[in-house]
């Protein structure tokens, strides 16, 4: 059984920055594709950010210039550093181990609560 845990959330103010982590355990952390998620109230889940295994990386077009993820395989972590945030940043953050490209399953942290507001 897969465990996310992420930690970082918290109140920043406009144009500031956070670093958001992911634990993970209980599974082969490097063979799945790691990504970032977001989520406000009444909206679906939108994708943030991913890392394969090779270390190629994806951005949605709003986060571009101002977000990096980034993974430690030898620590089963992974890490999304926010830089120049925006109040349209707020949002629920979510660490996702998906698995799908092996036919293995897909995971969710819990939540981490991100508020950018000044």
Known sequence: QVQLVESGGGLVQPGGSLR????VSGSIF???T?????QTPG????????IRVSAITN???SVKGRFTISRDNAKNMVFLQMNSLKPEDTAV???NADGSN???PNYWGQGTQVTVSS
């Open 20 to 23: 958001l982590s992911c634990a």
């Open 34 to 38: 790691m990504g970032w998620y977001r």
């Open 30 to 32: 490097g063979l799945y």
């Open 102 to 104: 092996w036919g293995g």
């Open 93 to 95: 953050y979510y660490c």
């Open 59 to 61: 951005y949605a077009d």
């Open 43 to 50: 909206k679906r889940r939108e994708l943030v950010a991913f």
